[in-house]
């Protein structure tokens, strides 16, 4: 079982920044793909970014440019640096972890993700 805690969230002008934060309570975390969701109120949750066990990363169109997946495997965890916030960047962000037994390559869709933090809120305001 794998637990994860997201940190970093808040409110934010437009234009602004802000880093979220994941930490993952596994001694495997290295092995693991990791991966940024969001779910705005009246919507479904949709990918971020992600980043697989060698560091490949992928991202969603929309934030493309503005935002920066990396991990700290000797942290054992997860950032998302993101610049140039906009009101549509409004959120509950949410840290997930796909293990697959051995080392997770590739970018993979929402439902393959089988750890999910509890989430943390952006707000960016107009």
């Known amino acids: 079982q794998v637990q994860l805690v997201e940190s970093g969230g808040g409110s934010v002008q437009a234009g602004g920044s802000l880093r979220l934060s994941c930490a993952a309570s596994?001694?495997?975390?290295?092995?693991?793909?990791m991966g940024w969701f969001r779910q705005a109120p009246g919507k479904e949750r949709e990918g971020v970014a992600t980043?697989?066990?060698?560091?490949?990363?992928s991202y969603a169109d929309s934030v493309k440019g503005r935002f920066t997946i990396s991990r700290d495997n000797a942290k054992n965890t997860l950032y998302l640096q993101m610049h140039s916030l906009k009101p549509e960047d409004t959120a509950m962000y949410y840290c997930a972890a796909l293990g697959t037994g051995s080392w997770c390559y590739g970018s993979h869709t929402l439902h393959e993700y089988n750890y999910w933090g509890q989430g943390t809120q952006v707000t960016v305001s107009s």
């Open positions: 596994t001694y495997t975390y290295s092995r693991y793909c």
């Open positions: 980043i697989d066990s060698v560091g490949s990363t």
